[in-house]
């Protein structure tokens, strides 16, 4: 699998007769996908596709109260259950540019969490949604993780040419 393919999310049931998957996605129903836009499938268990994966295009894509996605070579619902389940990959490169300032979350997993004199803290290790914010997971230099929310005040400062993201540490985490 290519080093820019960003997880998405995953499908385990076909919708209808003629071939269409339900996409499962971690951003819900908000998608930038679109038909011909080429995804990444990689096997889940029982699934027919190859242990490293295969790509597909986007045939068909339908959104409303879920995402429903027609592959390209996926004839009907039989071709569709023999590859399910699976989980979805696209190239970082078929994300749209967002305006100054917004940031993809894939963009900022992994990234180094400074302090505000530029001392390592740490790493952006995984995220969540909760109704109120988006949260970070920073997995601590010194040991142990703590839970952010994705605010300003927390993170003032991201600088993706760097590899860094600037974070204020709650006062009992310091």
């Known amino acids: 699998m290519k080093p ?7 499908a385990t049931k076909p919708h209808g007769l003629k071939g269409h998957a339900l996409f499962f996605l971690t ?7 679109k038909k011909g836009h080429k995804l990444w499938l990689k ?20 959104k409303g109260n879920d995402v429903r996605v027609k592959l390209a070579g996926i004839v009907d619902r039989t071709a569709l259950e023999k590859i ?7 190239d970082r490169s078929q994300f749209p540019a967002l305006p100054q300032g917004q940031h993809y979350v894939s963009d900022l997993l992994g990234l180094k969490a400074i302090d ?3 001392q390592e803290v740490g790493k952006v290790a995984d995220w969540y949604e909760t109704p109120g ?33 600037q974070v204020v540490l709650p006062e009992d985490i310091e």
């Open 116 to 118: 505000e004199t530029g």
């Open 133 to 165: 914010h988006l949260v970070f997971t920073i997995r601590l230099k010194k040991g142990g993780e703590v839970d952010i929310p994705y605010v300003k005040h927390f993170f003032p400062n991201v600088d993706l040419t760097q590899g860094t993201i």
């Open 84 to 90: 399910l389940p699976f989980e979805i990959f696209c």
């Open 27 to 33: 951003s819900g129903k908000q998608t930038h996908l």
């Open 4 to 10: 820019s393919l960003v997880l998405l999310g995953s």
């Open 43 to 62: 096997p889940g268990p029982f699934s027919e596709l190859p242990s490293e994966g295969q790509e597909y295009e986007i045939e068909d894509i339908q």
